[in-house]
């Protein structure tokens, strides 16, 4: 049974990893999501102290890893370690009370330190379930005692049989993910870049996929020119170095050397400025240079300035002089604009009277058209003035003789017409006579035979 000391201890450890607990994970989880658990939980067990040995300064990192991986991280050899029992089993009733009591304090830090080991092994583990979903964990729990007897290097072996698997694909993405670049965007200082790079190619080594230092070095000089951080100069300066001084060691060195001058630099003029806008030593050297030579040119300049007035004064009376001409060719241009305005006004006068001149005289030779006219004019009329078979009082030629019977004179209609049904009712009158009234009155110019 344990002891109520035993208990705290072991529940103090608990509460204190249980704090911090491991970047979630939402859904399946891909084989980088698996690896940077994992990282996260050697991180929290290496924080463990413990009095072993075989821990050294590396808390119970030897519980996650495997043994190899451990000893080629630590030069350490880690060994399982097995519950104590409660009482030190080589104390006995020989000896002396000063020798028992130092005996039994350092077995009480042994029993003690167990437990906080337990402790935090299920802290651990409870902090790798709420990182996952229990889809991907829930095959390790066993009937009654669940996952009690579940250690974390279980829950990473069955993520690695069952979710996480490597294949081709996997691999192709994992080496992508390597080779991303220097994140300025997100403003990833160059010794966290330079130290990424030698951490994941580390953690893929581990699953046997390997990152040559050759493409390393490639990738971070690339990342270094597409940065363009620096100068023109500075490129020059590494690339004209010898072959046997542009590894690794020297080539982070270099370009951290440049960055961190430029820190420097930043800092002394009070500049706020992202590095993405910093200048290197050797281009504000150029700038400076070029502004003396400007400084330079505008000095001798001033030696000629009096000359340089008199120009001025000369082409602006040149100017003006041009100006007067101008205005006197625009006033020209616009009496000849007006002269020409008023000519085309009287022509358009003259063209529409001639218009109205061809239209009269289309009217005039159209005799068909006005003889179609006159006619209906008298049809009209002869319907308003015809009543119970009597001409009225009007203008209506008669139809006989083209004369006009007013005021139903005598009481003649134009039945009674003279006109009508010659020589009856002619009168004195010879045809003669009724045919050039006719004639005058209808305007039909009629010739007897």
């Known amino acids: 049974m344990r002891s109520a000391t035993a208990k705290q201890t072991e529940k103090a450890a608990y509460d204190l990893v249980r704090e911090t607990s491991f970047t979630r994970i939402l859904g ?7 690896n940077n658990l994992r990282r996260e939980v050697c991180g929290t067990a290496s924080e463990v102290d413990m009095p072993y040995e075989e ?54 830090e042994v ?14 583990c409870d902090n790798i379930r709420d990182a996952l979903d229990p889809k991907y964990y829930s095959a390790l729990k066993k009937p009654i005692i669940g996952y009690k007897r579940t250690t974390a290097k279980d829950y990473f072996i069955h993520l690695d049989n069952k979710w996480c698997k490597l294949d081709t694909k996997v691999i192709k993405k994992m080496k992508e993910n390597y080779f991303r670049g220097w994140q300025l965007a997100e403003e990833e200082d160059i010794s966290t870049f330079i130290k990424r790079l030698n951490e994941e190619q580390t953690t893929l080594a581990e ?43 020297e080539a982070t060195e270099y370009y951290q050397g440049l960055i961190d001058a430029m820190d420097s630099f930043n800092e002394n003029i009070g ?28 000095l001798q300049s001033q030696a000629s300035t009096t000359e340089l007035v008199q120009a001025v004064t000369s082409n602006q009376s040149n100017m003006a002089s041009i100006q007067s001409e101008m205005q006197s060719m625009l006033q020209s241009l616009s009496s000849q604009l007006k002269a020409s305005n008023a000519q085309i006004a009287a ?12 239209s009269n005289k289309s009217n005039q030779h159209n005799p068909i058209n006005n003889e179609k006219k006159e006619s209906d004019i008298k049809a009209d009329r002869g319907k308003e003035n015809v009543h119970n078979g009597r001409v009225k009082t009007g203008d209506t030629p008669c139809q006989h003789c083209g004369g006009q019977h007013h ?43």
């Not at 005598?410 to 006109?419: I, V």
Request: glycine residues 6%.
């Open 28 to 34: 399946r989880p891909s084989r980088m999501d698996r």
């Open 55 to 108: 821990c050294g300064d590396y808390g119970l990192l030897g519980e996650i890893m495997e043994a190899d991986e451990y000893t080629d991280l630590t030069g350490l050899t880690y060994a399982d370690i097995d519950e104590p029992s409660s009482y030190d089993p080589d104390i006995t009733d020989d000896m002396e009370d000063h020798e028992r009591r130092e005996r039994e304090a350092e077995w009480k």
């Open 111 to 124: 029993v003690e330190a167990w437990h906080s080991r337990k402790g935090a092994l299920r802290g651990i």
């Open 207 to 249: 699953d046997s996929i390997r990152i040559n230092d050759e493409d390393k070095l490639q990738h971070f000089l690339e990342q270094m020119y597409e940065s363009a951080l620096f100068d023109r100069r500075d490129y020059s300066d590494w690339e004209n170095r010898p072959d046997g001084e542009k590894e690794w060691d």
């Open 271 to 298: 500049g706020t400025a992202k590095r993405s806008k910093f200048e290197s030593s050797a281009h504000v050297k150029d700038e400076t240079e070029k502004d003396d030579a400007a400084l330079n040119a505008f």
């Open 347 to 358: 022509s358009n006068s003259q063209i529409a009277a001639l218009q109205k001149q061809i």
């Open 407 to 449: 005021n139903f004179v005598n009481g003649r209609t134009e039945d009674k017409c003279s006109g009508k049904d010659w020589p009856k009712y002619a009168g004195k009158h010879t045809p003669q006579w009724l045919i050039e009234k006719m004639n005058k009155k209808t305007g039909i110019i009629y010739k007897p035979e």
